[in-house]
């Protein structure tokens, strides 16, 4: 590890895989008392991403791609250096320690394991040569209509595509939202995506690399139109043929 970050979820991980607890008691007093300007380093997320990737090729087994989802990194040669992990995982050997999967069955079975997630990653429509846009969700969660933006790839336009395509949706929240065609109207909407999947409306699309993203249920696509003030929009209606692309793809589909 250096400089900063990850060394409280190795710490964690590491104490109940190989034997111990962390408890919960009634009474007791944590404090975390943070520099409100850290001198060491201009750019933390630096230093942060390495050392995630370092905790979760220690500890994290079958799932350490989640973390290449969660930063947003590409599943296979993100060019970030690591350092040596051999002795770390010799200990993890010597002391025994459980796997990960155990941490997800035992501890927290409530953590996404992010297993039907096929592709990730900003989701572009081109216009033309100079100009592409991406479908962004609202940073404020009371707001129900996806967006388009110039592309910048911080979180709000991080999205995911689940196995059998599914539903598209973010991770920036513990309850995730997804894409969902209201079946009136031309504007998409997001909905709470466990409830949406309990009460059948209609989130699931259809879509490859670099074709039209159709609505399974109502077969409308999610197209670009541009409105009255010349600003694009999202919307719904026939298929013309529209194309978009997703920035990571873990699985052909």
């Not at 388009?148 to 790839?153: D, F, K, M, V």
């Amino acid at each position: 590890m250096i400089i900063y970050g990850g060394e409280n979820v190795e710490l964690a991980i590491r104490v109940w895989l190989c034997g111990g607890s962390i408890e919960v008691v009634p009474c007791s007093k944590i404090a975390h008392i943070e520099r409100e300007h850290k001198p060491y380093s201009p750019d933390l997320s630096k230093p942060m991403i390495r050392n995630a990737l370092r905790v979760a090729e220690i500890w994290l087994d079958e799932y350490k791609s989640n973390v290449n989802i969660a930063w947003n990194l590409p599943p296979k040669n993100h060019g970030i250096d690591i350092g040596d992990v051999t002795e770390r995982k010799k200990l993890r050997e010597k002391l025994k320690c459980k796997p990960f999967k155990w941490y997800l069955e035992n501890v927290y079975p409530l953590l996404d394991s992010w297993e039907d997630i096929i592709g990730y990653g900003a989701v572009r429509y081109y216009l033309i040569v100079a100009q592409s846009l991406l479908i962004q969700f609202p940073s404020k969660i009371d707001i129900n209509v996806p967006i388009l933006y110039e592309c910048h790839h911080y979180d709000p336009q991080v999205l995911y595509v689940s196995f059998y395509i599914g539903g598209i949706k973010s991770h920036t929240y513990n309850s995730n939202r997804c894409l969902m065609d209201p079946g009136s109207g031309n504007t998409p909407a997001l909905h709470e995506c466990k409830n949406a999947k309990e009460t059948g409306l209609s989130i699931y699309w259809d879509f490859s690399q670099g074709n039209a993203i159709r609505n399974r249920n109502t077969n409308r696509c999610l197209e670009i139109g541009q409105g009255e003030d010349s600003y694009y929009y999202l919307i719904l209606q026939t298929c013309t043929g529209q194309k978009w692309t997703i920035q990571h793809v873990i699985k052909d589909f």
